[in-house]
């Protein structure tokens, strides 16, 4: 299995973005970008809107040969409504638009999917498995956006083959609830893609429950690498904030990486450093 990220905040973008090779099957989870509106008092830099649409680019072109598309919610950093033709004649699994959603998204998706009849094939994934020979996509049931049920539901992928399980969390934020991590914790992934908590805008502090939580996926015994990124790359000061995380991650033995790092490429977290973009 190949797993490529394809834009994230590591990568100077808001976004979970990645394609997954499994045997002939291609399958892109989550193809959106975005920008923060507003950091620091000040409107993205010239130089973020230019990664967007690199970032952008790139996703259409994995979206033009990709057999699979998974949207695990309907925020705009995660799909992008405005190119429905760009799903024409795939497959696509997508959070329930009807049941735990909130009304943003709600009114989102009523007004996206319509767009797709006839196009696409589209299946409601909430909770369910899905056999493409030997490639396995196991959905979860639907978990809080972070801490609250305010910003909706989201829905966790795993893709399972040759005996390699991989897991795309979304908007999870650390895991900050009990049982939150259940999905992840049963189906033991060999790599976890995994969205970080908000500490930059939650009184830049890591939940005491998200530390647990993340914490327990490294006592799993089978995960190799954690990819942690999105919301807590957003906070410049982020590996001060779960060093306990990644010192537990170097006792067990797990590579604690960034997007970035995981893709062998630089870091960019353009929008926690839009102040040093203009002022520097």
């Not at 795309?168 to 992934?189: C, I, K, M, R």
């Not at 939650?202 to 006592?219: S, Y």
């Amino acid at each position: 299995m190949k797993v490529e990220i394809l834009a994230t905040e590591s990568l100077g973008v808001r976004s979970m973005s990645c394609l997954v090779t499994a045997g002939s099957l291609r399958i892109l989870i989550d193809p959106g970008v975005a920008l923060g509106p507003r950091r620091y008092g000040l409107s993205p830099h010239r130089r973020e809107v230019q990664t967007l649409w690199e970032r952008w680019f790139g996703i259409k072109k994995a979206l033009r040969t990709a057999d699979i598309v998974v949207i695990t919610h309907y925020h705009y950093d995660h799909f992008n409504p405005q190119e429905p033709g760009l799903f024409r004649g795939k497959i696509l699994f997508v959070k329930d638009p009807e049941r735990r959603i909130n009304s943003s998204q709600k009114r989102r998706a009523s007004a996206f999917l319509p767009e797709l009849s006839g196009i696409a094939r589209i299946e409601i994934a909430d909770g369910r498995v899905f056999s493409f020979g030997g490639v396995l996509l196991r959905f979860s049931e639907p978990v809080p956006h972070g801490e609250t049920v305010k910003r909706g539901y989201v829905i966790q992928v795993l893709v399972e083959h040759g005996g390699f399980r991989f897991l795309h969390t979304s908007d999870v934020g650390g895991y900050p609830l009990e049982g939150q991590n259940e999905f992840a914790l049963f189906w033991a992934p060999d790599l976890i893609f995994l969205d970080g908590p908000s500490t930059y805008m939650a009184g830049g502090r890591v939940p005491e429950k998200a530390m647990g939580n993340m914490a327990e996926l490294l006592r799993s015994g089978r995960l190799k690498k954690l990819v942690v990124d999105h919301h807590l790359l957003r906070d410049g000061n982020w590996k001060h904030k779960v060093k306990n995380l990644m010192e537990e991650a170097r006792k067990r033995g797990v590579d604690l990486l960034t997007a970035a790092e995981f893709m062998g490429t630089r870091e960019m977290p353009l929008e926690a450093r839009r102040k040093e973009l203009y002022f520097r």
